[in-house]
């Protein structure tokens, strides 16, 4: 782990699967408070893999990270996207190289309607899917289109924090707690909806507290505990160790 | 008595705008100031220490004292010119304060003087208030002032205009517009015109088509413009624009005048000041020795003509200079006497008195036009007549001038 | 007779029926849960409880008191406390001072010209601020501005600051949502202990039905803002129609 | 110590010591030397200085503690002149029932203006604010002539009933402002070899006044009440729903910041008996916003700094003119000299506007949290030398 | 009657400039939420834009005229334009005559490039700080600028006439069948007034039907997440406060020949167009508009002889006191959008 790989000409922390995106001794900061702790880990181009940890363990901030927003600021390390060089983007740069986040408070921008918000999503290029298919992914939304996106219920609006982040074509999905707030029934549907977009071919990140939920999805799992990581391994892994699940998920 | 000089020196403060509206006449003020030092230090060529009737400055400072100033700002606003003012006694142990470009800001830097002590030689300052009820002992004013101006334009309206007129009025709203409506009105009304209406409009308002356009058909046939400087600008630009100056009524054409006309300002006004009249403290087109020494002398370290503005301080402070050469001491008691009842000639308003009961300077007045074919950006104005001062004298207990008293001297500590 | 009771409520936002018809009554002492899918009108029933919204039809009373009418602070006096779905607190103060302002208000009522004595001064709020911190398990934070922790933990905070009110009648709008399982786990414990020490009544909206199913004594389901079946726990879990319209196949 | 903390009660202490002093830390320079200029240590000045501290002090209770920016505070500094300037005129010259009347009288304005205006929140209470502020401000200047002498301003006159006074002294002049006797225009002046210093009546009471309003700003700063003021201004929809009303809070905050910038107003026609309608216009209102944001809003001690800062720059700045700058640089070439001098006279005398706005400008960039923060990093890298030095820099004492 | 058509148009005139600096305010303000206390100074700028346009095209060279004297009495030198000694007496004279329309072409390039400068330079760093943090910064660059111009200009008000052609007043009593000259209005008004509509109705349509002004929006109501939809919020900001400055000038520009530029004239504005800006309702373009014309004639009716004698002092505070009751009456302005400034 300590050779540093050399990503821009393809070759990888993982030998055995070339990596999609890889990050790399990465550390972030929160003005003084030192949040992401030097991690590194790979994720394999088409797979899910599901972040875990306990509330401020850091996986938002990596995610954050991972998707260049402003805060937390990353000093150190490096990510690397599909041979691209993320650390040095901004976020609309990274978006645009098909870097997209489902928000842990879903972001529903104030003053916008429903179809608004979704319009928004596609005036940069890349574009993904089309409105009508995104409303026909969440009836829900198609119906209260005209609506303001921020007085939809706190489960609507999860759901519009997905579908426009579908509404981009997108080669790397970031999910903060995609399943919070929303009914068991509409849990399953956005199952489903991850594993057919998994099949497309997109990478997923997952971040979720019902993690037996996340790691029956999962392809591979890394486990977070103040801001460094304690595992980095297949999900039936996780699932099949005790002691882990004990100590850092209390399943 | 404060600030008594020590050390062979002697400090005049010259409180002048410079910030603000009025900045640039500060700045004209500023260079006469210095200008004035430097002849009574005895640098330059002298300027109208050389015609001024008095010859008890000798061009080495003050009773052998090498004078020295120091400057402020007063924001036109009464309080900064108060701190500023305070800041030159109490600091830097100014005997003398001088300065100003409004008359609020004068009455109260004069209030001020009056309490710590020292002379208050007031600059441009127009409203009847500051040698009428707001006059004070330690206050001495050179500027003409608003009943003065009405007395001279009088003659000379009635002259052009006739005597059957119908008069508007628009007003600033605060102390030196008021009194400069009622001495206009007063003097004009005794040639026999009518007030039709006096409307008084915010110190602050730029856009003055609203109050221009009830004129349009108010019946009035003469608009009278009691505003200075950037009100003054707007309203006369704004009553051209809408097309008073080419209007008829009742037979007669519609004429506009500005009873105080600053050359300095009205450039702001551009073609819009031709063939309009006022009054004016002085003017530096002036044939008289004494104008043409201080044009000269002005001109030839500036290159450009001084403001009246920059006359009417430059001998504030030679006034002040010669009354303590005179007096033999700085002390204010001492030098007011000087100053009360001095009758002097040499600069550039004729033979002048400064009367003792309220401290106002009597002279000739200047009633001035806009001049039609300017043959330079400095030839502005042109001088219609020259009021003599007698016309122009009123007794100091007029009742435009009534209330407040003079009081006693103030030597201060 | 319960202690609250909601009387044929009717709220609609322009085109859409809210609340059609509702009626509930929630037992003195008891937990009563709401579910059903989203958008179902849950958060706007609470909406109206709290005086957040005002219905457009109908009564809602407790403890034999109209709430109509009333503004937030009124009712809250009344002893009325909620905890919102997206958390709310006073990010910029310290976790120990989000604490104390409950207290005070539950000492001082709506609006008192204290006495400028130092807050540090008034031991009891200290000591009730310092007890609560303790029973939320947040001791450690209590010097942290209260906008720099991880959301589960700023859930948790809200939760804390409404006990420390010590309401009659305690409003719960997803209160686990994104908790990890753990501190999940201890939040039911909290409420159970607190609702049984306290003599507190508690209405708690949550998607993930093992909080469900661990606390409630009731439940009643929301369907497209009308209430659908209102039964036990276990009667509930069983009842198809909910296991349609809510449950999936997963519960 | 008189229910401080140990921080806050040596951040008092250094503020006493600093007003106490203040005639010679303000007066560095020896007479007559080149770099007198730069002396503040005058009587009208550092009265000022305290008592624009004063007002900001006043005015952050309310932005700094509810975050509720009013843009009109200069009225109530206006009204509490006029107060005291009529009491002057009507009463006597002792300034005691000139400064209660004030506060009394600009304290119910503040109630008034403060109900109608904390109806709204974030830029409209700003604009309410500013509306009244500016109406008061224009009726002052016109209509209202008769109670505010118009732009000339309220000035005591020879024929001022006075009635347990005098109207006017017995060689004919009107009398001066004072505390039972004590006229406050009256001076000590101490000569130590080159230096003088001038020790004011008026000034130590102003001093003694802004302690005594920087000691209750302490305290309610860390009283329950600044609690709840925090709270307000962090999240509302939280406090009303915790119970509280928001509303008689934050409208006590703006009538005591209201009866503060009243109380700077009485002190300001103590000092020099003249009320002018300027005082209420909005450029007035928004130096005291300038004053407490450059100083550092929410921190205790930074609108003291803002006001001062400013307040020099009006008055030293602003009175450095070509002929002093020459005198400075005398010593040197001719050329160089004045080269020198062309470069530094646009920023000087009639330039001073110009200094000041580059200044606003350089610290709100370089120092986000106003000159506390620059206070605090030069005490941070005193601490960095001196890691032991546990105690906290008084100077530098946030809010929080 | 015939007084009262005649405020109306005044009300207009006047409200037409209010809603002018209101509209490139509100760009800035109510749209991208910085409080911008150097909008009048932009206006101001503007205005020097023609004042400079107009002393450009009156550069000269001078020759000496023994004939003629100056004020000192040396041999005064005669001044003659390049322009004019390029194209001629007559066609250079036309050219300075129309220095005003001319210059509105010279200042849009000049603003849109002071706003970028401004915006890159200085604004960017304070949308995320607070607004008093916003109040200083800006208020000290408007100080600066005002200073600049002082420096170069002077204080003293620079006459900065119209053509030629719109010069004296047209005359809408005849066409309403009063008496000739009852209802006159200057030409120059006219044309701002035409030209106050036009820019407005070019704003509205640039941020109506294209997606610009939805970004923007959005950008301001939550930069974050607009930056992780793919768009650079940034580009567009400094295209927004360009468009602002540019807005600014032109109105400050076409105001130049109705009262003479000074350096102070946009502190004279700014206080008032904030006004008109909360009035109309935060974030709300019309809203800015509507009420700039609601003040301007209202103004124009107080200052009405009548009015003011049943009401003294009515037209010293009629603009604040309808703001207040705006403001009470509607909790956010005239036509205000939820959430902007509200804390
Ligand atoms: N804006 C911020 N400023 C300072 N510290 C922060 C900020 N946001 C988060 N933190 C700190 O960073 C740490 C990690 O937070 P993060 O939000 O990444 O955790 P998390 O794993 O997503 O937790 P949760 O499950 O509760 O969402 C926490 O200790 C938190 O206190
Ligand atoms: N201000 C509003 N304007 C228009 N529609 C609204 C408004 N507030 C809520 N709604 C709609 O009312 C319906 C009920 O919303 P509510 O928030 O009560 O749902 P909920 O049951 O709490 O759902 P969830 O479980 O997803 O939080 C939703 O469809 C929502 O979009
Ligand atoms: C500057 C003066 C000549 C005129 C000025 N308005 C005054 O008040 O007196
Ligand atoms: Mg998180
Ligand atoms: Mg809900």
């Known amino acids: 782990m300590n050779v540093k790989p050399d990503f821009s000409k393809g070759k990888n922390l993982a030998e055995t699967a070339p990596a999609f995106l890889s990050i790399w001794e990465m550390e972030s900061y929160y003005g003084e408070s030192y949040i992401v702790q030097n991690i590194s880990f790979n994720v394999h181009e088409g797979e899910i893999l599901a972040l875990l940890g306990r509330n401020g363990a850091g996986k938002t901030s990596t995610l954050r990270s991972i998707a260049r927003m402003d805060s937390p600021q990353v000093t150190h390390g490096e990510i690397w996207l599909d041979h691209q060089p993320l650390h040095t983007m901004v976020s609309h740069q990274a978006s645009s190289l098909g870097i997209a986040l489902v928000p842990e408070d879903r972001c529903i921008i104030p003053g916008l309607t429903v179809e608004e918000n979704l319009q928004l999503a596609q005036i940069a290029p890349p574009i993904g899917w089309s409105i009508e298919r995104l409303y026909e992914l969440f009836p829900r939304l198609g119906e209260r289109r005209k609506q303001e996106g921020v007085t939809l219920s706190g489960g609507e609006q999860q759901m519009l924090a997905i579908a426009r982040a579908l509404a981009r074509d997108i080669k790397v999905l970031l999910l903060d707690e995609p399943y919070e707030g929303l009914a068991p029934v509409i849990v399953d549907e956005i199952e489903k909806t991850l594993r057919i977009i998994k099949e497309q071919g997109i990478t997923t990140v997952i971040v979720e507290q019902n993690a037996v939920r996340a790691l029956e999805l999962a392809d591979r799992a890394v486990i977070l505990d103040t801001g460094g990581i304690v595992f980095d391994g297949s999900a039936a892994e996780v699932l099949g160790n005790e002691e882990l699940r004990a100590e850092y998920l209390a399943i | 008595y404060t600030n008594e000089p020590t050390g062979g020196s002697v400090t005049f403060g010259f409180n002048v705008p410079q910030t603000g509206p009025y900045a640039d006449e500060g700045a004209d003020e500023l260079r006469a100031y210095e200008l004035a030092v430097e002849h009574l230090n005895g640098n330059g060529d002298g300027g109208m220490m050389n015609t001024f009737s008095s010859k008890s400055l000798k061009g080495n400072g003050i009773l052998g004292n090498k004078v020295e100033f120091v400057t402020g700002d007063t924001q036109t606003k009464s309080d900064a010119a108060r701190a500023s003012a305070k800041s030159m006694i109490e600091k830097d142990g100014a005997i003398m304060i001088t300065g100003g470009s409004s008359s609020g800001v004068a009455v109260a830097v004069q209030g001020l003087c009056q309490e710590a002590g020292v002379i208050f030689m007031a600059g441009l300052t127009h409203s009847n208030d500051t040698t009428g009820k707001d006059k004070k002992a330690n206050g001495f004013r050179h500027f003409f002032n608003a009943y003065m101006s009405a007395a001279a334009l009088a003659p000379v309206l009635s002259k052009l205009y006739g005597n059957d007129r119908k008069a508007y009025h628009l007003t600033a709203d605060y102390t030196w517009g008021w009194t400069q409506e009622e001495s206009i009105k007063a003097a004009s009304e005794a040639l026999g015109w009518e007030t039709i209406n006096a409307v008084k409009t915010p110190l602050a308002q730029t856009d003055f088509s609203s109050y221009i356009a009830p004129v349009l058909n108010s019946g009035a046939d003469v608009l009278v413009l009691n505003h200075y400087g950037g009100n003054m600008v707007n309203s006369l630009t704004n009553a051209v624009q809408f097309g008073l100056r080419e209007k008829v009524v009742n037979g007669k054409n519609f004429e506009i005048v500005v009873p105080l006309f600053s050359r300095l300002m009205a450039r702001g006004a551009g073609e819009n000041i031709k063939g309009i009249l006022g009054s004016t403290n002085w003017h530096w087109s002036l044939q008289d020795e004494g104008s043409k020494a201080f044009v000269k002398s002005f001109g030839t370290k500036y290159g450009f003509p001084p403001s009246q503005a920059a006359h009417t301080v430059y001998c504030q402070t030679l006034l002040y200079a010669d009354a303590a050469e005179r007096a033999g001491t700085f002390n204010p008691c001492g030098i007011g006497e000087a100053l009360e009842g001095f009758e002097f000639d040499g600069l550039g308003n004729g033979k002048t008195l400064y009367r003792a009961d309220d401290h106002q300077c009597f002279k000739d007045v200047l009633v001035v036009r806009g001049k039609e074919n300017p043959t330079s950006e400095f030839d502005i104005l042109e001088v219609v007549e020259v009021t003599p001062a007698e016309q122009v004298t009123y007794a100091p207990d007029h009742p435009m001038f009534a209330g407040g008293a003079l009081g006693n001297c103030n030597p201060g500590a | ?251 | 110590m008189l229910g401080l903390n140990k921080k806050d009660f040596s951040l008092l202490l250094v503020v006493a010591a600093l007003t106490l002093f203040a005639p010679f830390i303000l007066n560095p320079f020896p007479e007559g030397s080149g770099m007198a200029q730069f002396n503040a240590g005058y009587p009208d000045l550092m009265q000022r200085f305290v008592i624009f501290g004063i007002f900001a002090i006043g005015f952050n209770i309310l932005l700094g503690l509810t975050g509720y920016l009013s843009f009109g505070h200069a009225a109530f500094l206006g009204v509490g002149s006029y107060s005291a300037v009529w009491m002057f005129k009507l009463l006597s010259m002792n300034v005691i029932p000139a400064i209660l009347l004030a506060v009394v009288v600009s304290g119910l304005f503040a109630l008034v203006i403060g109900f109608i205006s904390l109806r709204r929140s974030g830029i409209y209470f700003s604009i309410l604010t500013l509306a009244f502020a500016q109406m008061s401000f224009n009726l002052a200047y016109s209509v209202l002539t008769p109670i505010t002498n118009g732009e000339t301003g309220l000035q005591l006159t020879l024929n001022d009933p006075r009635v347990l006074g005098q109207s006017a002294t017995a060689d004919g002049s009107i009398p001066v402002t004072s505390l039972f006797g004590l006229e406050m225009r009256s001076t000590f002046e101490m000569t130590l070899g080159p230096w003088l210093f001038q020790f004011n009546a008026g000034y130590y009471l102003c001093a003694l006044i802004l302690l005594l309003s920087f000691y209750l700003s302490i305290r309610i700063f860390r009283s329950p009440f600044g609690l709840m003021l925090r709270a307000i201004k962090s999240n509302q929809t939280r406090l009303n729903y915790t119970g509280l009303n928001a509303r008689p809070y934050t409208l006590a905050a703006f009538v005591i910041s209201g009866m503060y910038a009243g109380l700077a107003g009485a002190l300001m026609a103590s000092m020099d008996p003249l009320a002018g309608a300027e005082r209420m216009q909005w450029t007035a209102s928004g130096e005291v916003v300038l004053m407490t944001i450059l100083g550092g809003a929410g921190t205790l001690i930074g609108p003291v700094l803002g006001a001062g800062f400013i307040k020099y720059f009006e008055n030293i700045f602003s009175k450095i003119n070509d002929t002093v700058l020459h005198g400075w640089f005398e010593f040197m070439p001719d050329g160089l000299e004045n080269l020198i001098v062309g470069i530094l006279h646009p920023f000087i005398g009639k330039g001073w506007h110009l200094t000041l706005g580059l200044l606003f400008m350089l610290v709100v960039i370089f120092l986000p949290g106003g000159l506390v923060e620059g206070g605090q990093r030069i005490a941070k890298l005193f601490r960095r030398k001196k890691p032991d030095d546990a105690g906290d820099n008084a100077q530098s004492t946030p809010a929080e | 009657m015939d007084a009262i058509i005649l405020q109306i148009l005044n009300g207009l005139d006047k409200g037409s400039a209010y809603a002018l600096i209101a509209l490139g305010l509100t760009l800035i303000f109510g749209t991208l939420g910085v409080v911008n206390f150097a909008h009048g100074a932009l206006f101001m700028i503007g205005a020097f834009c023609a004042v400079t346009l107009s002393r450009i095209l009156n550069f000269s060279f001078e020759t000496i005229d023994p004939t003629k004297t100056d004020f000192l009495g040396n041999p005064a030198k005669i001044k003659t334009t390049y322009v004019e000694h390029w194209f001629g007496a007559d066609f250079g004279a036309t050219i300075i005559d129309w220095a005003v329309p001319l210059a509105i072409l010279f200042s849009i390039p000049i603003m849109i490039l002071f706003g970028f400068i401004v915006e890159r330079g200085l604004i960017k760093h304070f949308y995320k700080r607070p607004h008093a943090d916003q109040i200083l910064v800006t208020y000290g660059l408007a100080i600066v600028l005002q200073e600049i111009i002082k420096a170069f200009y002077g204080a003293n008000p620079i006459p900065t006439p119209a053509p030629d052609v719109f010069k004296g007043s047209f005359d809408f009593g005849t066409l309403l069948g009063f008496e000739p000259n009852a209802i006159i209005y200057p030409y120059w008004r006219l044309v701002y007034f035409a030209f106050s509509a036009l820019i407005i109705s070019g704003v509205f349509a640039f941020l109506r039907f294209t997606t610009f002004g939805m970004v923007v929006r959005a950008g301001m109501a939550d930069r974050e997440t607009v930056g992780l939809l793919g768009l650079n919020i940034d580009k567009r900001f400094t295209f927004m406060f360009g468009l602002a400055a540019a807005v600014a000038g032109v109105a400050g520009v076409m105001y130049a020949p109705i009262n003479s530029p000074n350096y102070h004239m946009g502190m004279d504005f700014l206080v008032l167009s904030f006004v008109v800006v909360v009035v109309g309702g935060m974030g709300s373009l019309p809203g800015a508009v509507l009420a700039g014309f609601l003040l301007g004639i209202l103004e124009s009716f107080a200052s009405m002889n009548e009015v003011k004698s049943l009401i003294p002092g009515i037209d010293q505070i009629i603009i604040y006191v309808v703001a207040i009751i705006i403001l009470l009456t509607r909790p956010r302005g005239l036509m205000g959008r939820k959430g902007v400034m509200e804390d």
């Open chain 3, 1 to 251: 007779m319960g202690i609250l009771e909601v009387k044929n409520v009717n709220k609609r936002f322009g085109g859409l029926q809210a609340l059609g018809d509702v009626n509930l009554s929630v037992a003195e002492n008891s937990v009563h849960a709401i579910i059903g899918p989203n958008g179902a009108g849950k958060s706007t029933l609470l909406n109206c409880l709290v005086g957040k919204l005002i219905p457009d039809t109908g009564s809602v009373m407790f403890d034999g008191q109209s709430v109509l009418g009333r503004t937030p602070y009124e009712i809250n006096q009344m002893g009325i406390s909620r905890v919102f779905q997206t958390p709310e607190i006073f990010g910029d103060l310290t976790v120990m001072e989000n604490m104390m302002i409950p207290c005070f208000a539950k000492r001082d009522g709506a609006f008192r010209l204290h006495a400028i004595a130092p807050t540090d001064d008034e031991k009891e709020i200290v000591e009730k601020a310092e007890r609560m911190l303790e029973d939320m398990n947040m001791a450690g934070k209590r010097h942290m501005p209260a906008a720099s922790m991880s959301r589960g933990d700023k859930r948790r905070l809200e939760i804390g600051m409404c006990l420390a009110q010590e309401p009659r009648l305690l409003l719960l709008d997803e209160p686990t949502a994104g908790m990890a399982r753990a501190d999940t786990n201890n939040t039911i414990d909290l409420l159970k202990q607190i609702k049984d020490e306290r003599d507190i009544t508690i209405a708690i909206i949550e998607h993930d039905m093992h909080v469900v199913f661990s606390l409630a004594e009731r439940i009643t389901v929301l369907a497209q803002g009308t209430p659908l079946v209102e039964d036990t726990p276990d009667n509930i879990k069983g009842h198809p129609k909910v296991r349609e319209a809510y449950l999936g196949e997963t519960a």
